[in-house]
Every structure is written in C-alpha cells, then in structure tokens.
Nanobody, 124 residues
Framework: QVQLVESGGGLVQAGGSLRLSCAAS????????MGWFRQAPGKEREFVAA????????VYADSVKGRFTIARDNAKNTAYLQMNSLRTEDTAVYYC?????????????????WGQGTQVTVSS
C-alpha cells in the first residue's frame, strides 16, 4: 500500500502552467504505476495520465495530450504532472493514484491508493 500527498495546485490564468507533485510513502511506490485523475464540480472523476513503475510507459487522456506531461522520480518517491497551456476546462480537483499496473490504475480495478486531492483553478 502507498500513502500519497499532492501539492502544487492553485489559481492560474488560461494559457499558464502548473506542476503538481505527489509525494509517496510505502513499500510499493517504486514498483507501482502512478497516475493522475481529476474531478470537476458535478462531474465524474476522470483519468488524466499514468506512468509505469520505471517510466517506460505513459498514457494520457486525449483532452490533455500534448499539454500535460507525467513523470516520476523513484529516488525521491515522487510523481509529477507538468500542466502547460492550461484551459478553463482543466479546472478540477486533481488526485494522485497508485496501483500495481497502468491498466489497473486506468480502470480503477483492484488496489488503487488515492491522495486527498489538490485544487487547480484556471481563470479566463
């Protein structure tokens, strides 16, 4: 199991950038896939991006491809989400997640550990 704490959210103007961080503790971080989801008010939580345990595989939602980049540093037990060219529709609470595999994380199947979330607000 992994404990996750997100940081880096805030208020930014459209077109701006933010970098979210997810600090992890627990014995499975270095072997878990990591990912980000988001939930806007009144909407379902949706997948944003995922990265395999060694960074060799990344997957993105179509809505963020080319704008967001997921990365991880296993030596620091931290995952990141670099968000560029932000749009008002990116406004949401962003959640970090961990699961044994990229596929199980995206499908939210089996064990998925969640952080508490960090608010991202993009103004026009």
């Amino acid at each position: 199991q992994v404990q996750l704490v997100e940081s880096g959210g805030g208020l930014v103007q459209a077109g701006g950038s933010l970098r979210l961080s997810c600090a992890a503790s627990g014995r499975t971080f270095s072997t878990d896939a990591m990912g980000w989801f988001r939930q806007a008010p009144g909407k379902e939580r949706e997948f944003v991006a995922a990265i395999s345990w060694n960074g060799g595989k990344t997957v993105y939602a179509d809505s963020v491809k080319g704008r967001f980049t997921i990365a991880r540093d296993n030596a620091k037990n931290t995952a990141y989400l670099q968000m560029n060219s932000l749009r008002t529709e990116d406004t949401a609470v962003y959640y970090c997640a961990a699961s044994p595999f990229v596929d199980t994380l995206i499908a939210r199947a089996g064990r998925v550990d969640w952080g508490q979330g960090t608010q991202v607000t993009v103004s026009s």
